[in-house]
């Protein structure tokens, strides 16, 4: 009796494995679809690696966001296949347009009298 409970738990893990792995495998499909991505076969598992990770990461965050732990929610973009360091490196290479301010938002005029109390 006892082993036949254990085989039905680890048939039921493995289940659950397979229909996650089934099931993260279509979102990957779709995601790299959505965002016209193709890989080499050996920068595909790195990729796919890395974009599993960021997905547990929005998952769970959202998980937490659905406890009101959060009050905003995350999703996948096309930067979820970058590692962190990757997506820095990739901004830091965007131009910056630094904005100068020559106008005052305030000037005074020669010909205004300041009152003494208001």
Not at 60 to 89: P, S, W
Request: charged share 25%.
């Amino acid at each position: 009796m006892q082993s036949t409970l254990i085989l039905v738990l680890v048939t039921l893990a493995l289940s659950s494995t397979c229909i996650r792995s089934m099931t993260v495998n279509g979102q990957w499909k779709a995601w790299k679809n959505q965002f016209q991505k193709s890989y080499t076969n050996v920068e595909e598992r790195l990729r796919r690696m890395i974009w599993e990770k960021n997905l547990e990461l929005v998952e769970e965050h959202n998980r937490r966001a659905d406890l009101g732990l959060h009050t905003y929610r995350l999703g996948m973009n096309q930067f979820a296949d970058l590692t962190n360091e990757e997506f820095v490196k990739l901004l830091k290479n965007f131009p910056s347009k630094r904005v100068q301010k020559t106008k005052r938002a305030f000037t005074e005029h020669s010909n205004l009298e300041i009152p003494d109390t208001v």
